[in-house]
């Protein structure tokens, strides 16, 4: 028997910044922030200038597999759509 989730956008940032913190060399210094609009969801996900290489990843992989699982969870969700920036310091 599975438990189905259906995750929040607080759980979503959550899950963003647990992701992100485990990519990067600097964890105490990724922040995400929500930023909502009547639409959709913005999360901004903030980390070290020396880090964002890690997060985006060769050809920028990284970034887009975050991106399509933010969609995909926000959508799963039944929420607004989600979007993730990744904005350095």
């Known amino acids: 028997m599975t438990q189905e989730m259906h995750p929040n956008h607080k759980s979503l940032q959550d899950f963003v ?3 992100a913190r485990h990519l990067v060399d600097n964890p105490e210094d990724v922040k995400v922030e929500q930023i909502d609009s009547e639409n959709n969801v913005i999360y ?3 980390v ?3 880090d ?3 997060v985006i990843g060769k050809s920028g992989r990284t970034a887009q597999a975050l991106r399509t699982l933010v ?3 926000s959508a799963k969700s039944g ?3 989600a979007t993730l920036d990744i904005i350095d310091k």
């Open 17 to 19: 910044e647990f992701i």
């Open 44 to 46: 901004e996900l903030h």
């Open 48 to 50: 070290n200038q020396a």
């Open 52 to 54: 964002l290489g890690k």
């Open 71 to 73: 969609t995909a969870v």
């Open 79 to 81: 929420h607004r759509r």
